[in-house]
């Protein structure tokens, strides 16, 4: 039941940042076509992997028995996840020293409070690098999903060791009471045998 619930929680996290993650790179990915131009490696790679982990995200989410029964494939699937994060992380990490926002400051000017005095101020303006922002929040969700996907995989790990533990008590058990009855049912054979042979002979 605990694996159900953070198993759940963790899957639905992926997916909310996976989904914007894909929509953004989506967006670099669709004008980088229209331009008939390359798209740069640092963001196709990191495009592929949401893609694919929002999938399997999705998959195993909503076909959950068959992701407990095979809770040991899981954890493989989402630990070589982890390492595509990474390693797309790693392939985008020159936006993480990029400043994406500018602040500019106007010419001064004079607020009048009547005859309570003047005083003077200033407009600040600030500047936001579309571009760069939606680079950035990717390089983020990248770096959470790495995170989320580690978790999900050591959730898994342990659900799969303890499934398989359980198995193996289930099959000692069930064993052990094969043998018992077997024993059991040769017993009275044995002793009508033995009976008969006392009969013969005396």
Known sequence: MMFAIFFTFWRFAQIITLIPTMGML????NGFVQLNMLTPNY???LFIV???ALAWSVYTLFSYHRSSANATFVAIVDLLFVGAFIGA???LRMIASVDCTSITTGSPYDLS????GSAQATNYDVNVDKTCAMLKACFAFGIMNCVFFFVTSILACLHGDRASSGDRVTYYRETHSHRHGHR???SPNSRHSTHSHRRVYV
């Open 26 to 29: 989506a967006y670099f990915v």
């Open 43 to 45: 963001i196709l790679v």
């Open 50 to 52: 949401s893609v694919i």
């Open 89 to 91: 992380v790693w392939a």
């Open 113 to 116: 409070f009547g005859p309570f």
């Open 184 to 186: 059991s049912s040769r």
